[in-house]
C-alpha cells in the first residue's frame, strides 16, 4: 500500500510533519534529504528492529547520497538509563557528530526517547528524525518531543523537550512487530478515544480487532486520528502546562505498576495503561464522578482484545497498594506534593484534577489489588 497522508504539529518555526503510511521506510532518503543541513546521520536502533529493517534504511539514506553510521543497542526498557545514555553521546562524539549533523531513531518508544534526550543536549541540541517502528511509538511516543530516560527513582524523568524535525510512521513495518507489543501500542490507541474522542473509541469498537489482525486501511486510520489528536494537544501545550497532561490518562497508575513489576517483560508499558486506563474510570466511578458502567465497558473491549485490565492480570507475585503510592507519589505531574489524576466523567471526555484525597487513592488501590 502506497496510500500516505501527512499530519501537521504546528510549533511555528519548529513545526514538523507526520508521514503516515506503507513503504515509507525505503523512501526515508529522498524525503529527509531536504530537511537535513548537511548530508550525515548516525542511526541509533536495538538488535531486533536492526535485524528487520536497518539494511533497509542504510540503502535508502545510501541512494539519496546522505552518508550514515549505526549504533545497535540492546532491546528493553532497561536500556533506556544513565549509562547507555553516556555511551551513546560518548560514541557520537568520537565519531566528529557536529551541530549541523542529524540523529535518526530507528525503533519503538525506548529507542525514541533515548535518542531524543541525546540529540536535546549534544552540542546543546542536534536535530533528530523519529522512525517509530512500533505501534505504541508511532501513535504517541514519537510525537511530540518529549525525550527522556529512566531513574532508579521512576519512569521519565530525567529528560527534556526536544522536537524532532520529522516523524516517518510506516504501518507496513508493524507486520513484524510481536502480538504482544502490538497489542501493547493498541492501548494508546484506545487512550485517544477515551480522552476526547468517543466516536472514536466507538469505531475502534467495531475495527480494533482489524487493525490487530493487520488491516492495513484500519491501521493507518487509526494512526492517523491519533497523530491528529495528539498534535492538536501538542501544538495548544507543548510543554505540559495544562491540557498535554490529559495524554498521560491511565499512566500515572500505569507508571507505577511498571516501577513496581521492575519494567521488566512482566508488563509492558501499553498493557500498564491498558490497566491503568480501566482503574481511572473505576476511580471516577467511584467518586461518583462518572456513571456507572463505563469502566466494564473499556475493559470488556481492551479484553476482548487480548489486553490485561485489571492489576491482578499481571503475573507473579500480589503488588503491594502501599508500593504503588509511592510510585505514583514520584510521578512527573506531582505538583506541591499532591498527586495530579486524569480521571473521566464520560468516553471522550477526560480532565485533570489533584482533589483527589492520598487516603481514598490508596484505599481505592488496596480494593483493586485484590480485586
Known amino acids: 500500500m502506497n496510500t500516505r497522508e501527512t499530519v501537521q504539529v504546528a510549533l511555528g518555526d519548529r513545526s514538523y510533519e507526520i508521514h503516515v503510511g506503507g ?4 523512501q526515508a532518503g529522498q524525503l529527509l534529504k531536504p530537511l537535513l543541513k548537511r548530508p550525515l546521520v548516525a542511526i541509533v536502533t536495538d538488535e531486533n528492529v536492526a535485524a528487520a529493517h536497518l539494511s533497509t534504511l542504510e540503502t535508502s539514506l545510501s541512494a539519496a547520497g ?4 549505526s549504533i545497535v543497542l540492546s532491546p528493553g526498557e532497561a536500556t533506556k538509563n544513565y549509562t547507555t545514555f ?3 553521546a560518548e560514541q557520537l562524539l568520537a565519531a566528529g557528530i557536529e551541530r549541523n549533523d542529524a540523529l535518526i531513531a530507528l525503533g519503538g518508544g ?3 526517547d533515548l535518542t531524543g534526550f541525546v540529540a536535546s543536549v549534544l552540542r546543546r541540541g542536534i536535530a533528530f528524525v523519529q522512525i517509530p517502528t512500533s505501534l505504541l511509538a508511532q501513535v504517541d511516543s514519537s510525537v511530540g518531543g518529549k525525550t527522556a530516560i529512566n531513574s532508579t527513582h521512576g519512569k521519565n524523568l530525567v529528560g527534556a523537550f526536544h522536537q524532532p524535525v520529522a516523524v516517518l510512521a510506516d504501518v507496513d513495518v508493524l507486520s513484524t512487530l510481536p502480538k504482544r507489543e502490538l497489542l501493547a501500542g493498541y492501548a494508546e490507541v484506545v487512550k ?3 480522552l476526547g474522542d468517543a466516536t472514536f473509541f466507538d469505531w475502534l469498537e467495531k475495527n480494533g480487532s482489524a487493525l490487530i489482525d493487520g ?3 484500519a491501521r493507518t486510520e487509526a494512526i492517523v486520528i ?3 489528536a495528539k498534535a492538536a494537544i501538542v501544538a495548544a501545550d507543548e510543554k505540559e502546562a495544562g491540557q498535554r497532561a490529559l495524554l498521560n ?3 500515572t497508575f500505569g507508571h507505577a505498576l511498571e516501577a513496581a513489576t521492575g519494567y521488566s517483560s512482566r508488563l509492558l508499558h501499553g498493557e500498564g495503561i491498558a490497566i491503568g486506563m480501566v482503574l481511572a474510570f473505576q476511580l471516577s466511578e467511584q467518586l461518583g464522578l462518572a456513571q456507572s458502567g463505563l469502566a466494564a465497558r473499556i475493559a470488556a473491549h481492551l479484553k476482548s482484545v487480548g489486553l490485561p485490565t485489571k492489576i491482578s492480570d499481571i503475573p507473579g507475585d500480589a503488588l503491594p497498594p502501599e508500593e504503588l503510592m509511592t510510585h505514583m507519589s514520584q510521578d512527573k505531574k506531582v505538583v506541591d506534593g499532591a498527586l495530579t489524576l486524569i480521571l473521566a466523567r464520560d468516553i471522550g471526555n477526560a480532565f485533570i484534577t489533584r482533589d483527589v484525597d492520598r487516603d481514598k487513592v490508596l484505599s481505592f488501590l488496596t480494593d483493586m489489588v485484590q480485586h
Open 249 to 251: 490518562l491511565g499512566h
Open 66 to 69: 546522505i552518508q550514515f553510521s
Open 110 to 112: 525506548v529507542i525514541g
Open 23 to 26: 513503504n515509507l521506510l525505503p
Open 215 to 217: 488491516k492495513v486501511e
Open 86 to 88: 553516556q555511551d551513546v
Open 226 to 228: 491519533s497523530c491528529k
Open 192 to 194: 485517544y478515544g477515551l
